[in-house]
């Protein structure tokens, strides 16, 4: 049964500070300003061991010519033909607004179980006013105040009951506990599987909601050409071709110096909130702009994080081509990614659709990568010989002496050398090493950390 519950209403009823009540979790950008929500944004909600589904929706401005409002209208229509309970939000500080009654048209026709909710109710001298909005002629009217949590008790009880006890609850994809990285006793196990999430990256308008789109067919996100479009981190679940996986679409970041709005400021924290709890990001940079300093920024953010990372060059179908125009501009980008270069680098078009599907199969390459183990047993025959023939130079007269060396358990790449003097081993003797462990196994796009310990 559809566990899914839309919340809809006119601009700057709260929406969102509902969304944030239900699901627990500042997810949703609150602000005063209308139309900050211009995104359908999933969470999970639980009310007395029954889970659902909540969907917060943009503003509804019905026949505006306002690019921002007419994709926000087509986003509210989706969220309520996938919902099986509209929770319809009004303002009671304010009386009943004309957006208000042409909206309530639209939920009648929808035939779907309304829920009115007059909202900001936040003392008993406004209550009253609640009445007034009998009117929109829905039966069920309930009085709260979400930013305090007054009366979504009775909300909730009603909801659930409409939902059913009886149906199967879809539960939330959640990732396996971290392995101990300091049990170097153990050779390392095979993850346990679990769905990837995709964090996809980039500065403001280089098309990352224009990329999911195209590989997911439908236009989930907001695409114009203005930049800042996206404000909160959007997740999508893709399941297609035998790949699946959850897509999270990202604002666009800037230079800090350039961050003005308070909004634009809560998006960007969200966005690299998003990246640090991704497994692998995906960084877009624009083709007719290049690689420019931010997007460094955002590639050695993900490498810190280790995180997988591929690097998509969208927007190749604007760009004047010669003989050997990609390959001079892949050399680029290496040359300034140095020394972490071994990263996949696609040229795409989100528009054209080139190479889309090609990146996401890098994209569970990379991933799969991330999951590579090898045995202690494997290890240790592989590199003591080359440490042997190569040994660590000496520092200040003293000799590093490596016998021991095992792959971590851990989320990310990592591998513990046991030595006598970990604190002389120089960091072009680890890069040496980990250009050894590129050259016979596959971790491309995968960072790669070398933990250097008392023998």
């Not at 007395?48 to 509210?76: C, H, L, W, Y």
């Not at 957006?99 to 309304?114: C, H, S, T, W």
């Not at 989930?220 to 050409?225: L, Y």
């Not at 190749?316 to 001079?328: H, I, S």
């Amino acid at each position: 049964m559809n566990r899914i519950v839309a919340i809809v209403g006119r601009p700057n009823v709260g929406k969102s500070t509902l969304f944030n009540r239900l699901t627990g979790e500042r997810k949703a950008i609150v602000d005063d300003v209308s139309g900050v929500t211009r995104d359908r944004h999933y969470g999970e909600s639980d009310w007395n061991g029954t889970r659902f589904m909540v969907v917060d929706t943009g503003g509804f401005v019905p026949e505006s010519e306002d690019v921002f409002e007419k994709a926000i209208r087509d986003q509210v229509h989706i969220a309520i033909e996938e919902s099986a309970v509209l929770l319809f939000v009004v303002d009671v500080t304010s009386d009943i607004h004309p957006l208000d009654e042409e909206f309530a048209d639209v939920l009648r026709r929808a035939g779907k179980p309304v829920l009115l909710v007059a909202n900001k109710v936040d003392t008993a001298k406004v209550s009253p006013q609640t009445a007034q909005f009998y009117s929109l002629g829905f039966d069920e009217l309930f009085e709260i105040s979400a930013i305090s949590g007054s009366g979504t008790g009775e909300l909730l009880d009603r909801l659930v009951e409409i939902l059913g006890p009886d149906a199967q609850t879809p539960v939330k994809e959640r990732l396996p506990e971290p392995i101990d990285e300091n049990d170097e006793s153990a050779d390392a196990e095979p993850a346990l599987p679990w769905i990837p999430k995709v964090a996809v990256v980039g500065r403001p308008n280089v098309g990352k909601s224009s990329f999911i789109n195209a590989l997911t067919g439908q236009d989930r996100n907001i695409v114009t050409e203005i930049a800042g479009t996206t404000r909160d981190s959007i997740h999508t679940h893709y399941k297609a071709y035998g790949k699946d996986l959850i897509l999270v679409d990202t604002a666009g970041i800037r230079k800090k110096s350039k961050v003005q709005e308070n909004i634009e400021f809560y998006s960007v924290m969200r966005s690299l909130r998003a990246l640090e709890e991704a497994d692998v990001v995906v960084l877009i940079i624009d083709a007719t702009l290049g690689l420019e300093a931010q997007d460094l920024n955002l590639f050695w953010l993900a490498h810190r994080n280790a995180k997988g990372v591929v690097i998509l060059v969208n927007k190749w179908d604007l760009v004047e081509k010669e003989t050997n125009t990609m390959k001079a501009y892949t050399e680029d980008i290496r040359k300034r990614l140095e020394p972490f270069t071994d990263v996949p680098i696609l040229f795409i078009s989100a528009m054209t659709k080139q190479r889309i599907f090609q990146a996401l199969e890098e994209v569970m390459h990379v991933h799969e990568n991330m999951q590579r183990r090898i045995s202690t047993r494997e290890l240790n025959n592989f590199l003591l010989p080359i440490i042997e023939n190569q040994p660590p130079p000496s520092r200040k007269g003293k000799f590093v002496k490596i016998k021991y060396v095992t792959q971590l358990r851990s989320r990310r790449i990592a591998f513990a050398l046991f030595c006598n003097l970990p604190q002389y081993v120089a960091d072009s003797y680890s890069r040496f090493l980990e250009n050894k462990l590129r050259e016979s196994y596959d971790f491309k796009g995968v960072p790669i950390s070398l933990f250097y310990r008392q023998k």
